[in-house]
Every structure is written in structure tokens, then in C-alpha cells.
């Protein structure tokens, strides 16, 4: 966890020294969960939000920092839950916080077109917890995940503001109390130019 934090930290330093320009990015994010996570909730996630900063080392090669959260939510009218070796039955109302933390890379194929098309890659820590609310008893499982994340989208360009569509895909391994944790997202952003 500690090495994790210390690339973040490195990648960072290293691309805002390099930096010809950089940009943020401001984007609303819907989840869809899969692998375990839709097992669990199988809901699409509206509520979400994406904060990146990339520092464009060239002028088609960006280094950055992302950070998000997308909170996924179900209401499951009678379902069973296992803890240890009991079980529950009865409503439940199912919660999970999904939060990647990533260096990110970045490549614009065509930099200078006003439809700019990108693909980047993430690598860092994905924080997942679960909250099982079962009347008065509540279940926490939660987990710090190492975390990778492809990324395909296109830009909208003009002089300071700019306008993102992108698709991600986030995977984080197992680790903690849960197993591995994986969704996808459709991010629609502002991008401010500097």
C-alpha cells in the first residue's frame, strides 16, 4: 500500500516538472457493476463523480492524478445474507463506496483536432466498502485493492474548456475482506485548458 502511495506520489512530481501544459477535468460518472460487485448490487450507480489532473508532457502524452468515487445502492425485498457461519434473511438495503486513487497515462493520437480521440491507462489503489443494513443489524466489509483501469474516450476542444465523453473500466485485485471488485463508467466531463 505504502509503494502504491509513493509511485502516485512520484508519478505526479515527476510529470508536473515535465510539463509543457496541463488540463482538469471535472466529470459525472454512472457505474455498472460486475464480476462480484454486481453480484451484490446489481444497480446502475448514478450517483458519481471523477476529478482528473494531467500534465502533457508532449503535446500527445499526458501524465496525471485521478481520483473518484461512485456509490452503488439496492434494495433487496427479502434476500439472505451469510456472516461467518449465520445467516440472515429478511429486506436488506445494499451500499457500496467504490473509490480509485490512480496515476494515470494518457495518449492523444491527434492533439491538435477539434474531436481529439484518447485511450489512457490507471494503475493505484481502489478503496470498496460494502454496508449490508438488515433492520438493526448492519454488515461492513471493506477492502483497500491494488487497482488498474483502461480508459477509451474523445474530447470536444476548444481554447480554455473543453467537453470529455470516456468509458473506464476498473479492476482491482483481491485483497482485505472482499473479493476482487470491478465496474465500468461512462464519464461525461468539463476540461479546463491551461
Avoid: C
Amino acid at each position: 500500500m505504502k509503494k502504491a502511495l509513493h509511485i502516485l506520489i512520484f508519478t505526479f512530481i515527476v510529470s508536473s516538472a515535465m510539463a509543457q501544459s496541463h488540463y482538469t477535468s471535472f466529470q459525472y460518472t454512472v457505474g455498472f457493476g460486475s464480476g462480484s460487485l454486481n453480484s451484490y448490487i446489481s444497480r446502475t450507480s448514478w450517483r458519481g463523480f471523477t476529478l482528473n489532473y494531467v500534465n502533457l508532457v508532449r503535446p500527445n502524452i499526458g501524465l496525471g492524478f485521478e481520483a473518484g468515487w461512485s456509490l452503488f445502492y439496492e434494495n433487496k425485498p427479502f434476500e439472505t445474507y451469510t456472516s461467518g457461519n449465520v445467516s440472515y434473511s429478511g429486506k436488506q438495503w445494499r451500499y457500496s463506496d467504490e473509490v480509485p486513487v490512480l496515476a494515470t497515462f494518457t495518449f492523444f493520437p491527434m492533439p491538435e483536432s477539434e474531436i481529439s480521440p484518447f485511450a489512457g491507462f490507471g494503475i493505484g489503489i481502489l478503496y470498496s466498502h460494502h454496508r449490508t443494513d438488515f433492520g438493526q443489524y448492519t454488515f461492513n466489509n471493506e477492502a483497500w485493492q491494488f487497482g488498474l483501469r483502461p480508459e477509451l474516450g474523445i474530447m470536444y476542444n476548444t481554447d480554455r474548456t473543453s467537453l470529455s465523453l470516456s468509458g473506464k473500466y476498473f479492476y482491482g485485485l483481491k485483497g482485505g475482506d472482499l473479493p476482487s471488485q470491478s465496474f465500468f463508467t461512462l464519464n461525461l466531463g468539463v476540461v479546463v485548458n491551461r
